[in-house]
């Protein structure tokens, strides 16, 4: 049985992860705010899997702030694995890392993040890459927004909202967005360790989703009666009053990850549809 060593253990993808695969790994669990790299003994552990990070904060974090966490961290931890034989170091990294201009992207799309969390998360992964060796594997696997039971974010927001109202100015939408389930991320990241692969994986659900569209399938889920409508002008109110808000709502980013399944020989294990239904039920499949 190998033994891995978790950071953000306390965090949604770190639950489901020791959760669904305690019986397969022996999971140590790290935390920065807890323990201290300096005292950390890791020598009997194979592989390190990164989740811990400082994301994006709705009050705002200082740039010194995000490349503490995000940058100083990390390379202090890789640094330390790296020293003591550990043999593999996976970074979870975010499709906030390439320009936010894209509409479709890929594993060699261009990189050019404009806030202050891809910026901090891309010089992390370019830090790391210049430690990998022939001992010492990388890998960094880059998700768009991770969705599941307990999960933060713009699907539960849009869970909230379906639950509360019955008239929703969001019909129409004919946008396409890019999840992924958890339980497609932790197969991936399960795939990855066992396979000890230097590179970029680019971690998606098999299919993209328009706003509407998410919209109608959280419904189903919910059994609740709601009404779609599309207000005349709505959208161009919202992009000039909240511009950001409208992007997310209104926005295409769509992740075309094929390189990343056929480097690993990677299926996800759930559909898009499967893990709406599990967020909705309270469940993690």
């Known amino acids: ?22 019986r397969k790994y022996n999971i140590q669990k790290f935390s920065f705010l807890n323990d201290d790299v300096k005292n950390l003994h890791i020598e009997d552990v194979d592989a390190i899997v990164h989740l811990s990070a400082l994301v994006h904060q709705i009050n705002g974090a200082s740039k010194h702030e995000y490349k503490r966490v995000n940058v100083v961290q990390t390379l202090d931890l890789a640094k330390k694995a790296k020293e003591n034989g550990v043999k593999q ?6 499709i906030a890392v390439y320009s936010g201009e894209l509409e479709k992207l890929d594993e060699n799309s261009y990189c050019d993040p404009i806030t202050h969390y891809g910026k901090s998360k891309f010089e992390a992964e370019q ?40 008239i929703i100015p969001l019909g129409n939408i004919t946008n396409k967005r890019s999840f992924v389930y958890v339980g ?5 990241i399960d795939e990855v360790i066992q396979q000890r692969l230097n590179g970029i994986f680019l971690a998606s659900d098999d299919k993209a989703i328009s706003t509407t569209k998410l919209i109608k399938l959280i419904a189903k889920n919910l059994d609740t009666k709601m009404v779609l ?28 990850n094929r390189v990343t399944k056929e480097k690993l020989g990677l299926k996800n294990p759930f559909s898009l549809e499967e893990g709406i239904k599990s967020m909705i039920l309270g469940e993690n499949s």
């Open 1 to 22: 049985m190998k033994k891995i060593l978790l950071t953000g253990a306390n965090g949604f993808i770190g639950g489901y992860f020791i959760d669904k695969y305690k």
């Open 89 to 94: 170091f996976v970074f979870i990294s975010t």
């Open 127 to 166: 830090e790391l890459l210049k430690l990998k060796d022939e001992t010492f594997v990388v890998s960094i696997i880059r998700p768009p927004m991770v969705y599941g039971k307990n999960a933060p974010g713009n699907i539960d927001s849009l869970v909230k909202l379906v639950k509360k109202v019955l």
């Open 184 to 188: 497609n991320l932790s197969y991936m």
């Open 229 to 256: 409508i599309k207000i005349p002008f709505f959208a161009t109110i919202l992009r000039i009053i909240k511009p950001s808000f409208h992007k997310r709502l209104y926005g295409t980013l769509e992740v075309d």
